[in-house]
């Protein structure tokens, strides 16, 4: 398998990306305790140096997917509950040819961020998905919530709610801009973002990739004092680049620790998607 000559990524991170990618989808081979191949083998199979293949090994081992034994190889890593980043597993999930993304959170400029790298190789041509759909749930800005709030006293401040709400917007739109367009140019077959709010206060975030991937985080509360209108205003507020997400895959089985959270996590998510969300008015 010859790395691609257009990507501008080092070769370690293209091998990297190749070997996350059988892990996270678990191609055969390449499922929880397999062995991988040796680094000879592995080097002949993509065409590079063995000293490249240690790097991409050295990738894995950092993102917890590997663990290498002393004079036996490496291994996948069983999968728990454990902090993870999110990129590397949104990129595996357009390796599929139907993505689905449900996201719960606070204004989804995280997600926003971490699509862009995805969604530029769906534009190149190096990712090739079907279809892409987005379910975004966010809280509704346009009453009173536990957060933003001001710090004296903890009133509801109307500034703070628009400033959130202006936020949403604008990188929700940002997604559905990025994503809706890829059907517009022909890219994919189909791709849709839909976007509902519900009056809940999001204090965590939840992202479910594919109905097989959940990552759940809890958002941390920091003190801030932004001008607004020229007034300060000093207030509490959700961080959400602060938020440590741990990782639930689906096993090969219902039974199985991962698959029970995903499944309950889906259902929740749908839950509250089809009974107490309604759509965002602009």
């Not at 991170?13 to 190749?18: A, D, P, Y």
């Not at 999968?79 to 990129?91: A, D, Q």
């Not at 990188?171 to 059907?183: F, P, R």
């Not at 022909?186 to 939840?206: D, E, M, N, T």
Request: charged share 25%; proline share 5%; hydrophobic share 40%.
């Amino acid at each position: 398998m010859a790395l691609d000559p257009d990507d501008s990524r080092p070769p370690y991170q293209q091998v990297g990306s190749s070997l996350r990618a059988s892990i996270l989808t678990k191609k055969p081979g390449f499922e929880t305790g397999d062995k991988l191949p040796s680094g000879p083998e592995l080097a002949k199979h993509f065409g590079v140096a063995r000293g490249t293949v240690d790097k991409a090994l050295d990738l894995l081992r950092t993102e917890g997917l590997i663990v290498t034994r002393q004079g036996s190889g490496s291994f996948v890593r069983e999968r728990t509950s454990r902090p993870v980043g999110l990129r590397p597993h949104l990129e595996a999930a357009f390796e599929q040819q139907q993505v689905t993304l449900d996201f719960a959170c606070f204004s989804s400029e995280t997600l926003h961020n971490a699509l862009q790298e995805p969604l530029d190789k769906v534009r190149s041509g190096r990712l090739a998905p079907e279809s892409i759909t987005v379910r975004l749930l966010l809280p509704d800005t346009t009453a009173p919530m536990a957060v933003p709030v001001l710090v004296d006293g903890l009133q509801d401040e109307a500034a703070l709610r628009q400033r959130a709400r202006n936020i949403a917007l604008t990188n929700a739109g940002g997604i559905a801009h990025s994503v809706e367009m890829l059907a517009e140019l022909g890219l994919v077959q189909k791709a849709s973002v839909q976007v509902k709010v519900h009056r809940a206060s999001s204090l965590f975030k939840l992202y479910i990739l594919n109905r097989q991937e959940a990552f759940f985080g809890f958002y941390p509360l920091r003190e801030r004092t932004v001008a607004i209108d020229d007034t300060d205003h000093t207030f509490y507020d959700v961080t959400g680049k602060d938020t440590t997400l741990f990782h639930h895959a689906a096993g090969p089985d219902d039974a199985s620790l991962g698959s029970q959270y995903v499944q309950q996590a889906q259902m929740w998510f749908d839950s509250v998607w089809s009974t107490i969300a309604y759509e965002r008015q602009s």
